[in-house]
């Protein structure tokens, strides 16, 4: 089905909540699958205590009979608007039976059972989160309905031979005229949005597996033919995520088969189904021909995501979508762990904290912000969002930082003990973590209820007589329009002081030594920490590990910075006084001032010839903040502006440590041969990177030789593409028979060619454009491929400022036409495509007006689907 206009949809409330009238026990579905047509019949078993009318919801579904307890229903009893199915007269414990036609071919929102693939050799797969399956069958679909799921299946076995549905199988068989079945049934009850089938031709890799409890668990992988020997790295993060989860949290796997199956054509990253996880192929497969360092990366945190979601989301699940951080937020964090614990803890911190910068805090300054449980929306597809996902992580990383490794994990088994089996909500998992401990967390709700980044202040005040620091912090949140009130929240400092040399001081606060590193909480507007026995007026270094997401404002001298860069022992710590560093030699390039970027570049030149520095830590270390967050500091942006002085502070830089140092270093990690997979081979390939960007903006012509060998050379896609993109990046004459080369030799790959469309996206300034208009015209593009439209228009509308944010408003114009045709077919991924508008009020007065009247030309075209004209609504307000 394409996307109906729906635009006059009210706003739901989570002040409105009320538990549902109707429950269902069980649900029996049988399914005869066709690609153009299928048949749904569902058997739901009906509980209720209440006098009320049965309501299910239902769009798209054609109705073919309806019966209760056996007997065809009496039309009188029900009726069929256009999204619910009303029933009267319903007894609890009746059955009701619905048979229903849907079309999968025509399905192009990817929403509900649809088709991936071509029609003669795609399959079949349904993606219900949010609130897909009503797209399926009649159902009260939302998350607070848990039932037990019997589920049959059946097709044409030439055509589908392999069929899956969540749960554990329970029998299989042939059918006359060359059909067969398959059943499957799923013990623990679920919410709707976690069913899942697919139907098609399947290739697999399995594992076996037993868990801690001695459960033996069949693991199976599948994807199509000709991708099934990408699939091994996967099965190896599948099996460290559930030995993880064991360990860290004494969480077992629970059904006797745990399936995956990997799409080109999926609106998200992937997701959690129980028993059966449908990924988005980008964080699947993976080989080193055709997958980066930071890729394969993705797929062990995705895998990690999807599997840890089988406690935190479906044992326990959600009362309802307002909480829905209660899952994701969680998940995110334990994700966030787990990928510390396989990799580097330093450098999952800096990639972490980097994101929530340039996604989430953009997200939370403009007016598309919302509180991490927000209170109402339109539609919920619009709101897995970086501050559901990733400042919720954060706020649990507060709470568990609170209770210590024990206290967390004592609280958790609590959660999971308390709620198992049930749709919970942010106040149980509070409570449940509070009580396990026997501390009040409730103060941190303020954080859930309240949208916007608090800006931390900090001073320091030294009495040398006393021998005495003072630390003064305050809180303060700047009001958005629907809440012009904010609160202080409470937010954990963690905080050192070093002396001038750069050794960290020992502590003592409130007649207690406390080591070298301790945290303070700022639970009010306003407190002073007072630290005794200090020696002389210290550099304090505030915020460590990211302890709250907050913005820091402290007035360092540079100097201070660059000592914390050049001494701090943690490398986290190193790379945030950096960046805050590099934000003022930013604003020095700005307005002519050097102090800071003195400071900045000659500690890099410093670090960069230290012995044992970790080069993944120095490739991060030399990479300043990105032009997103850059332009989050500033008024009336400019984003061609600034890029071109970011390219100034990084040439800056690239002087400092001299082109011949840059070579050097070059060569000395250039590594031939098959890639490395390991963290040294990782570290020595970002590095690389780095310093080949650098060399790019002293040396050109050198870099560009350099980078044109490396590409014909490079024997894995990390370096491939890393080469590609300087030549891309920097105009090089090399870059045309590269890019020529890279189609030819990738043609057949789609994650591949997502790549090549992406790198050509990323021009800066003027070009882009003209670019991307070329390349919608190559016969690999479509809007029909979330990827694809992803790879060339997301990357250029959020991934490059410079070109999308022309002064003639032309990249406004483009992204808001193609918005409006991608609607009709796939109105989520124009929803979160548009996003890149966010942020246009900050624009500087010609480019605003630009972006402010393709936006309104756009919400004025008629039939917009409620996903878009909810964005676009809210990002114009
Ligand atoms: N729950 C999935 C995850 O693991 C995301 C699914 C979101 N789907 C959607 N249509 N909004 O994060
Ligand atoms: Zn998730």
Redesign the pocket.
Known sequence: MSARPETSAAAIRLADYTPPAWRVSDVVLEFDLGIDSSEVTAHLTLRSEVDAPLRLDGEGLELLSIAVDGTPLDPGRWRHTDHVLEVSGMRDGSVLTTRVRVQPAANTAL?GLYLSGSREAGFLLT?C??E?FRHITFFPDRPDVLARYTVTLRADKARFPVLLAGGNPDGAGELPDGRHWARFVDPHPKPCYLFALVAGRLEKIERDYVTAEGRAVKLVIWSEANAIDSCHYAMDALEHSMRWDEQAYGRSYDLDVFHVVATHDF??????NKGLNIFNAKYLLADPDTTTDDEYKGVEAVVA??YF?NWS?NRVTCRDWFQLSL??GL?VFREQQFSADMNSPSLKRIEDVALLRRAQFPEDAGPLAHPVRPAEYREI?NF?TATV?EKGAELVRMLAGRLGTEGFRRGMDRYFADNDGRAATLEDFLGALGAANGIDLMPYLAWYGQSGTPRLRARGRYDEGAQRYTLTLSQHTPPSASQPDKHAVPIPVKLALFDRDGNMLPLHLDGEACGTETVVVLDASERSFTFERIPHAPVPSLLRGFSAPVLLECGYAPAELALLLTHDPDGFNRWEAGQQLAARAFDDCRTGGAEALDAWSSALRQLFVEPGLDAALLADLLTPPGEIELAERQEAVDPAQIHELRQVMQRRLGRVIGAEALERRYRELYAPGPPALDAAGKARRRLQRRVLELLALVAVDTAHALADAQYRSASGMTDRLAALGVLVRGGAAEATDALADFRRRHADNPLAMDKWFAVQAQIPGEPALGRVQALEQDPAFTLKNPNRARALLGTFASGNPSGFHRADGAGYRLLAERLATLDSLNP?IAARLATAFNGWQRLEPVRREMARQALSDLAGRPGLSRNLSEIVASVLS
């Open positions: 929403e993606q989160e949010a897909g609106n998200m990253g992937a997701m959690e995501h999807e979601h989301g899952k994701e998940t597809n897995y996902y989520q």
